[in-house]
């Protein structure tokens, strides 16, 4: 007597070949779907969510090219400076760090109490 096959996804017997795992093209679908979603690394969820806040944040204070705020104020809002996506270096050799288009640098002087912010385009200029 063969045994009776269920579907992965809804339990229902699954009826066919003999290898088949889903009832339909929609459990099927269902299934690698669940999957993906519980297999999706937490880390990278964590560090992306970080970095478009991080980018939010300096784009509000960054209306008129070249600015400078205070840290505390950025962190209060949630921004961390240990999430950027790359670094510049000018002719100064001052560390602009880029969360994709908006740079900031901590300013010398004043216990590193403040940030200039720019974009990335006045920047470079």
Same mark, same amino acid.
């Given at each position: ?17 003999s ?7 929609y ?5 690698? $779907? =669940? @999957?993906?979603?519980?297999? &999706? ?6 560090? +992306?969510?970080?970095?478009?806040? %991080? ?5 509000? $204070? =960054? @209306?008129?090219?070249?600015? &400078? ?6 962190? +209060?809002?949630?921004?961390?400076? %240990? ?6 270096? =000018? ?16 300013k010398?002087?004043?216990?590193n ?5 720019g ?7």
């Amino acid at each position: 007597m063969e045994k009776s096959k269920t579907c992965l996804s809804c339990n229902k017997e699954v009826s066919g070949r003999s290898d088949k795992k889903f009832c339909d093209a929609y459990c099927k679908s269902s299934f690698h $779907y =669940n @999957k993906m979603i519980e297999d &999706t690394p937490k880390f990278y969820s964590r560090v +992306d969510k970080q970095l478009k806040l %991080n980018r939010r944040i300096l784009k509000i $204070y =960054n @209306k008129a090219g070249k600015v &400078t705020v205070r840290t505390n104020v950025l962190l +209060d809002l949630g921004f961390d400076p %240990n999430f950027f996506t790359h670094y510049w270096k =000018n002719n100064k050799d001052e560390v602009y760090l880029f969360v994709y288009e908006f740079g900031f640098m901590k300013k010398k002087g004043e216990r590193n109490r403040e940030v200039c912010i720019g974009k990335m385009a006045r920047l470079y200029a």
